[in-house]
């Protein structure tokens, strides 16, 4: 028994008493956006400068110094994010990771002792191997899976990613191509929206090779990251279900389909099938999203990488769980509302969308979703006023599938009428507004303002003043010259 091991033992008779309580009761209730980093500690920031300094001693290229200063910049933008509240501090969701990341590093043997997991804020379904021993995992992708075992192997991977060195190596590999300066000048072009067809054949051609090479690097992780899934214990076939769901990321994980938008359809006010239906025309900006934009894309063919796995699978073989899956269950219900929060401080309002409209589906008395929705419905209008596109909406949805094109499809073609009379609607229907609720008042009287409703709008006003005295809202709502709203909304006044 190794070191790993017998910590490992130590630590999980601990965890089953920390996860074992609820987070918050299976109906949803009761959620708050979870604790954050404010800064990071000195002991967790030492230890990943201190991985940082040592990756750059691996360096053994011509391009030394600008791939050194290339992991710096990095190191900087990580602190940032920190900073900046990108990472979650809550105990349920980083002591189940700890736990995995525990488990499978007293299984097996790791050249470099490697760092800790971050949880990130982020809708993506995404992880990724930050190159210095630390592995980020976004609360979008922990709210897809479902069971132990699929984290487990999204952890190997990225564990395999940093025992194979792919991030110094595709580094090294983009700094030393002679190509890299003529492809940053086209794509910066292109960016500026100087769009011409050599530019897009550059950063095409570039695209497709780098794409080939990650596909390798991929290929390789799942590989020997799947050696370490195995020799942890883990149902060897949940690799093959964790990859299926990477490729279904767009779909609604428990309502897809027309019901998606069910809390957006009204008896007097039926939602429109034409609202979901792809716009004819597309744009010469799409191209550059479609290179650029899906995260997905980094990850090779699903297919080529279930057919590179199956070969060593044992479906008989393996534990699913060594947490109870009510603990799983909880913690993943959990990352699931909290990406929705996640979306909307990132400026994605479509997937935050997205993510709200599902779990206001399951949960329909919830009031954290049905703000949510609300907020988000009230922030388009606001921004539909202005003479400009949408903001934190994607152009196009050609890059996207299902579920998710659906919706982004709905938010561009919804006209702003239709659009103020949906979130009228919403927020005033009965089991939708809560009376408690501050900002559901707010919301209602804003879009009585948007869609000229005054006699229902001083209502609002009349009955939020006698039941909130010292409501936050209330100079707002006095303000005859006001047009934008509270400090919440600032990204989009």
């Given at each position: ?16 008493v ?16 979870l ?19 040592l ?5 053994n290229?011509?391009?030394k ?10 190191l900087d ?25 525990r ?16 949880i990130?804020?982020s ?14 995992v ?13 984290i ?23 700094l ?17 929206g ?14 497709y ?5 990650i ?18 214990g883990?149902r ?11 490729d ?7 309502n897809?389909?027309d ?23 597309r744009?010469a ?11 997905i ?30 603990n799983?269950?909880n ?7 909290e990406s ?6 990132n400026n994605?309002?479509?997937k935050?969308?997205?993510q ?17 929705i609300g ?13 400009k596109?949408?903001?934190f ?6 890059i996207?599938k ?17 659009l103020?009379?949906?979130t ?9 507004f809560?009376s408690d609720?501050?900002e ?11 869609t000229d ?11 939020y003043?006698?039941?909130f005295?010292?409501g ?22």
């Amino acid at each position: 028994m190794n070191f790993y091991h017998l910590k490992y033992l130590l630590v999980s008779v601990l965890l089953v008493v920390c996860l074992s309580r609820d987070v918050f009761c299976q109906s949803g209730f009761g959620f708050h956006p979870l604790k954050l980093y404010s800064n990071l500690s000195e002991e967790k920031w030492n230890g990943i400068a201190l991985r940082t300094k040592l990756e750059i001693n691996k360096i053994n290229s011509s391009k030394k110094n600008q791939i050194a200063d290339l992991f710096e910049k990095r190191l900087d933008l990580l602190k940032r994010d920190f900073n900046n509240k990108k990472f979650i501090e809550d105990s349920t969701l980083q002591n189940l990771v700890d736990s995995i990341w525990r488990r499978l590093l007293a299984n097996n043997s790791i050249s470099s002792k490697p760092g800790e997991i971050l949880i990130s804020k982020s809708s993506d379904v995404n992880a990724l191997s930050y190159g210095e021993g630390t592995v980020i995992v976004n609360t979008g992708l922990i709210g897809r899976l479902r069971n132990e075992s699929q984290i487990a192997f999204t952890l190997a991977h990225e564990l395999a990613h940093y025992e194979l060195q792919h991030t110094l190596n595709i580094i090294t590999k983009h700094l030393e191509s002679p190509e890299t300066r003529k492809v940053m000048k086209a794509f910066a072009r292109l960016k500026a929206g100087q769009i011409n067809q050599k530019d897009i054949l550059t950063t095409q051609a570039w695209a497709y090779s780098t794409s080939s090479y990650i596909r390798e690097e991929e290929l390789a992780a799942d590989s020997l990251g799947f050696l370490y899934f195995k020799n942890s214990g883990y149902r060897q076939e949940q690799c093959i279900d964790f990859l299926r769901i990477l490729d279904s990321t767009n779909v609604a994980k428990h309502n897809s389909g027309d019901r998606l938008f069910n809390p957006l359809s009204f008896a007097t006010y039926p939602f429109k099938t034409t609202w979901v239906k792809d716009p004819a025309k597309r744009f010469a900006r799409d191209t550059l999203k479609e290179l650029f934009l899906d995260s997905i894309r980094t990850h090779p063919d699903i297919d080529i990488r279930i057919r590179n796995l199956s070969k060593w699978i044992n479906k008989e073989k393996g534990v699913l769980n060594f947490l109870s899956q009510k603990n799983i269950d909880n913690a993943m219900l959990l990352a699931e509302f909290e990406s929705i929060e996640g979306a909307f401080e990132n400026n994605r309002f479509d997937k935050c969308l997205f993510q709200a409209l599902q779990l206001k589906s399951r949960y329909p008395q919830n009031d954290y979703v049905t703000t949510m929705i609300g907020r988000i419905l009230l922030s388009l209008n606001i921004q539909r006023i202005k003479p400009k596109p949408y903001l934190f909406v994607a152009n196009s949805s050609s890059i996207y599938k299902y579920d998710l094109r659906a919706v982004i499809n709905f938010l561009n073609n919804v006209d702003l009428k239709d659009l103020g009379e949906l979130t009228f609607r919403f927020i005033n229907l009965k089991g939708n507004f809560n009376s408690d609720n501050e900002e559901h008042y707010f919301i209602l009287w804003k879009i009585c303002d948007i869609t000229d409703r005054n006699e229902t709008m001083n209502k609002v006003k009349t009955v939020y003043e006698q039941r909130f005295p010292q409501g936050e809202y209330l100079d707002d709502m006095r303000k005859p010259e006001f047009s934008g709203v509270k400090i919440r909304y600032k990204n989009i006044k």
